[in-house]
């Protein structure tokens, strides 16, 4: 066994035991703990695999934005897990149904011919940089696709924006702006008054 | 080198590659830590002086083993672990918070040649890396299960979230330049240009067609590092030590030891982005490391100087700072970058 199947073996190991973890965790910190490790892994496994790009993309994206949020939130709420577990069983043939059928789905896509590129293919030449090739077929072939997605990523921060605005604010606050225009002569006047004589 | 070489070779055969990387990390690490040691006995002399006070004078001449002193009197000292406290996250965080700080340091370049691992995309490795650091800080503040530390870490997260995006945008800015993601063309690059032609050189470094970004990574970068005038998620006089008020001994001292690695690591990328690595300011001047060293070093007295100057920024205030003044100035310069590049009057060819 060469050091890379090697590397791969240890990586997916670790993959699937922090995935499993997610589900099976009791406190809700530790499950998205578990979810930060296996995104860590997923972006190793994809350096091993040569796309450097979507490595560091991955943890500059998920582990480093996404999932900080995520705590945020997680850390704030306050779950009581046995509620959560009252329900388990009658929600398990749903559940089941819904995982047979993204397994047949993924199946199905892994398993059609554009996922098997002979591994000779598939191996970067030298000197070829993934983030520049995948930048230049962004803004060439993909350029339209590529503009819809980020147009469609707008109106979903537009919809979530609207979605919790609650009006103008009732409370009092202060102006930012007047603040840093603020000048000594706008608050104290220095008053100069000859001595009175009696 | 050679000899070395042959030498390594034959003593430990097959795994001398891996052992000679080992060597080149530890080589890394050793001058960085002592250089942390050092910066804490900086920061207390330098904020010293700028209040009219001697600082630390009792330890050593001039103080200079009080550092030392520091060191080991927390490794002596007790780790307690609050009694609620999720105990296995309480002694993780501390490593987070360390090992980012430590790990980006390997593809930082020191010269064009003195570099750990030369990747293509070492800039995105970095901002990756560096983006990993606030686990430290969150989950401490989680696990210590204390409302300071928690207060601490909710501010800590909002703040890192909304800083990286102004300092990613910055670094969008001097790629663009650079047409490079690799931070040893990053430095090629600026050693080029009308005024490097007359020997001025100092002038066509980054900083000055991109000065709006300079300073708006410096800015980031210094609420980045949750140093004051941005250290609100340790604010003394609010949340009492914020996030890392749980800890002692030398879980404390390790958050104490990232925090400086990565005041040390943001001096070093300022330098490299935007003051030119390790090129030397005039022509006639030799470029060397000694250069990047001056630079870093000008840059972490900027640091303490915020510090001794700069009250506290107020939580609403720091959050406007990040979204409407720097996103907005990032997103203009970026679109001004990109019309200057394509004109005619471009200066990077």
């Known amino acids: 066994m060469d050091i890379q199947t090697f590397v791969f073996f240890f990586l997916s190991a670790i993959l699937v035991f922090a995935a499993l973890r ?43 934005a996404v999932m900080v949020l995520f705590l945020f939130v997680v850390m704030m709420l306050d779950i009581n897990m046995d509620r959560i577990r009252e329900g388990f069983w009658s929600y398990l043939p749903l559940g089941a149904l819904l995982g047979l059928l993204m397994v047949m789905e993924m199946s199905l896509v892994l398993g059609s011919k554009y996922f098997q590129v002979p591994a000779a293919e598939a191996m970067v030449p030298a000197g070829v940089s993934n983030t520049k090739s995948i930048g230049a077929l962004m803004f060439t072939d993909f350029v339209y696709p590529f503009e819809l997605a980020s147009l469609i990523l707008l109106v979903g921060m537009i919809a979530a924006i609207v979605l919790t605005h609650r009006g103008p604010k009732q409370s009092k ?19 100069q008054m000859p001595v009175e004589k009696d | 080198m050679d000899a070395l070489m042959n030498f390594g070779q034959g003593i430990f055969g097959g795994v001398w590659p891996a052992v000679w990387t080992l060597i080149k990390i530890v ?8 250089g942390v040691a050092y910066l804490t006995l900086a920061e207390r002399k330098v904020i010293g002086y700028m209040q009219v006070r001697i600082g630390p004078n009792r330890v050593g001449p001039w103080g200079l083993i009080q550092p030392i002193a520091d060191g080991l009197k927390l490794l002596f000292k007790e780790i307690i672990i609050p009694g609620r406290s999720s105990k296995g996250v309480f002694i993780i965080a501390p490593m987070l918070a360390i090992a980012p700080a430590l790990a980006a340091w390997a593809v930082v370049p020191f010269t064009d040649t003195l570099v750990l691992a030369n990747i293509d995309a070492s800039l995105l490795y970095i901002m990756a890396i560096t983006s990993i650091g606030v686990y430290g800080i969150i989950l401490s503040g989680w696990a210590s299960n204390s409302k300071y530390a928690f207060l601490g870490a909710m501010r800590s997260a909002a703040q890192m979230i909304s800083y990286e995006i102004a300092m990613g945008f910055s670094l969008i800015c001097v ?10 063309e990053i430095v090629n ?22 000065f709006p970004m300079f300073i708006v990574y410096l800015i980031s970068g210094t609420a980045e590092l949750n140093r004051a005038p941005f250290d609100v998620a340790e604010g003394e006089s609010e949340i009492v030590a914020g996030f890392h008020i749980e800890y002692s001994g030398m879980a404390f001292a390790l958050f104490f030891l990232a925090e400086y690695a990565n005041m040390i690591l943001v001096a070093a990328l300022t330098s490299i982005m935007f003051l030119g690595g390790w090129l030397s300011p005039v022509g006639f001047l030799p470029d060397g490391i000694i250069w990047l060293l001056a630079k870093m070093s000008f840059v972490l007295l900027l640091f303490l100087w915020f510090r001794a100057t700069f009250p506290r920024y107020r939580y609403d205030q720091l959050m406007r ?11 203009i310069w970026l679109v001004v970058v990109g019309v200057w590049m394509m004109s005619p009057f471009t200066i990077w060819k």
Request: glycine share 6%; with cysteine.
């Open chain 1, 22 to 64: 997610v589900i099976t965790a009791r406190n809700p910190v530790h499950a998205a703990l578990h979810l930060i490790l296996a995104f860590f892994t997923c972006g190793g496994i994809w350096a091993l695999l040569q796309a450097e790009f979507l490595a560091i993309a991955i943890i500059l994206v998920y582990v480093g």
């Open chain 1, 173 to 191: 606050y202060t102006n930012p702006n007047q603040q840093v225009f603020v000048k000594a002569k706008d608050r104290v006047r220095v008053l």
């Open chain 2, 27 to 34: 080589l890394i690490v050793a001058p960085l830590m002592l």
């Open chain 2, 175 to 184: 790629l663009m330049i650079s047409n490079s993601l690799n931070l040893v």
């Open chain 2, 189 to 210: 690059v600026q050693d080029q240009g009308r005024f490097a032609g007359m020997g001025l050189n100092f002038l066509s470094w980054n900083w000055l067609p991109l």
């Open chain 2, 321 to 331: 700072l990040g979204w409407k003044v720097f996103i907005p100035i990032c997103l």
